[in-house]
């Protein structure tokens, strides 16, 4: 071990000892974070999603959705919480409706959920990227609602429960500059609205 290593462990042990051996307790952070630290976390983490900005490559993900160590959506699973906003989300390739096959999967759990809170009524918005005309992509919009729709009264939800929105290419939840990012905006998604 170097000089310099075995001075800084000798400095860190006896900061250990010294504030061992006071009377006064060692001061802890509160539990809630003081109104300066809440603003350098906004500013480091503009979104939220526990991803800081200078590694985060979707800056601009929507309250509630999981996201992976880049900052960018994952497939969202529905939660047992009827205050979480986003509980399904179903993504889209270019220019189609059709749900997949794992999105499929996740609109079972959503009815499990529904099934289970028998008085929750929904709202589907259908988005899109911004590859084709705004009238095309609000038509498009409302078809990727409506299939989501479709399976879900399927499943057994009476269609009284739930409304369908299309927004087309008009909210987008990051800008359309790359592949990966319109890829995140090619979506449906349902939120409960009672």
Request: with cysteine; proline share 3%; hydrophobic share 35%.
């Amino acid at each position: 071990m170097n000089n310099k290593l075995k001075y800084m462990s000798l400095i860190l042990v006896a900061g250990l000892f010294s504030a061992c051996g006071t009377k006064e307790p060692i001061p802890m952070m509160d539990d809630k974070p003081s109104e300066i630290t809440d603003r350098v976390i906004s500013k480091a983490d503009t979104d939220r999603d526990g991803v800081l900005n200078t590694v985060d490559f979707c800056p601009r993900t929507v309250d509630g959705a999981n996201v992976d160590s880049e900052g960018c959506i994952i497939k969202n699973t529905v939660k047992e919480t009827m205050n979480m906003g986003i509980l399904l989300r179903a993504n889209f390739d270019v220019d189609k409706a059709t749900i997949k096959t794992d999105d499929k999967k996740e609109i079972q759990k959503y009815i499990t959920y529904l099934k289970k809170y028998s008085n929750a009524k929904i709202v589907i918005e259908g988005h899109t990227d911004s590859t084709a005309s705004e009238k095309y992509n609000e038509s498009l919009a409302a078809r990727r609602a409506l299939r989501v729709k479709d399976m879900i009264v399927s499943g057994g939800i009476d269609s009284n429960r739930i409304r369908v929105e299309s927004y087309g290419e008009t909210q987008p939840v990051i800008d359309n500059k790359t592949a990966e990012h319109m890829a995140q905006n090619r979506r449906a998604i349902s939120k409960i609205i009672r």
